[in-house]
């Protein structure tokens, strides 16, 4: 019953790598979002897509980049990874029609050393 | 700016023992206020949508109330399995064609000890 999948649940990155977050969810929705979650700061939009091959900035996208070339598919690029990117990253999905209506993964818990 | 605060950031409680979680906001025009519970290490989960000062919304143990400036996520009898971060988010105004945002609070970490 998996409808957004985050293709990893743990990472550990070295500073200046090229990092992948990849993102599928299966039930048809136009929207996309990437957050990240940090103790004490809540939930931040980092980029969002709202049909295949558009994409507009969050709240917090210096560092970040994003991608969406299928529809079901929504990635996060971090161009080189900082120890301060250290965090947990959560995509959601939403349909146009009921665009409250997030549904989200689990979660990538991302380490950069 | 749209900000939402919650409060308290932790809430402990004994099994049985009813509380109230606060989501206050301040927004330019309220378009609906969402709470989420969030387990550990996983995604939130959608709980309710409020649109209107006065309404409620009631799931199990848990039930939902909005004024003009704040929302309450109201508990009673919570059991362990209620233990969870609750997340209270309200939607920035839509640019035309875009995708909604939600903007969202910093979450209270509620403990229900048996």
């Known amino acids: 019953d998996v409808k957004v999948t985050q293709s990893s649940r743990y990472l550990v990155k070295r500073t200046g790598e090229k990092v992948f977050l990849e993102c599928v969810q299966d039930?048809?929705?136009?929207?996309m979002f990437w957050y990240r979650q940090d103790p004490g700061l809540g939930l931040r939009l980092i980029y969002f897509?709202?049909?295949?091959?558009?994409?507009e900035k969050g709240d917090i996208p210096e560092g970040y980049s994003v991608s969406r070339e299928k529809k079901e598919r929504f990635s996060l690029i971090l161009e080189s990874a900082s120890t301060n990117q250290t965090s947990m990253y959560l995509c959601?999905?939403?349909?146009?029609?009921?665009?409250?209506?997030?549904?989200f993964g689990s979660g990538t818990r991302l380490t950069v050393v | 700016e749209d900000q939402v605060t919650q409060s308290p950031e932790a809430l402990r409680l004994q099994e049985g023992e009813s509380s109230s979680l606060n989501c206050s906001y301040t927004?330019?025009?309220?378009?609906?206020l969402f709470w989420y519970r969030q387990d550990p290490g996983k995604g939130p989960e959608f709980l309710f949508t409020?649109?209107?000062a006065g309404e409620e919304k009631e799931k199990e143990r848990l039930k939902a109330t909005l004024t003009k400036k704040e929302s309450f996520l109201h508990i009673t009898a919570p059991k362990p399995e209620d233990s969870a971060t609750y997340l209270c988010?309200?939607?920035?105004?839509?640019?035309?064609?875009?995708?909604?945002?939600?903007?969202f609070g910093s979450g209270t970490q509620l403990t229900v000890l048996p």
């Open positions: 897509s709202y049909d295949v091959k558009m994409k």
């Open positions: 988010a309200v939607p920035r105004p839509r640019i035309s064609g875009s995708a909604r945002q939600l903007t």
């Open positions: 927004v330019s025009g309220l378009r609906g």
């Open positions: 959601a999905s939403s349909p146009r029609v009921k665009d409250y209506g997030y549904t």
């Open positions: 039930m048809d929705h136009e929207n």
């Open positions: 409020l649109y209107s």
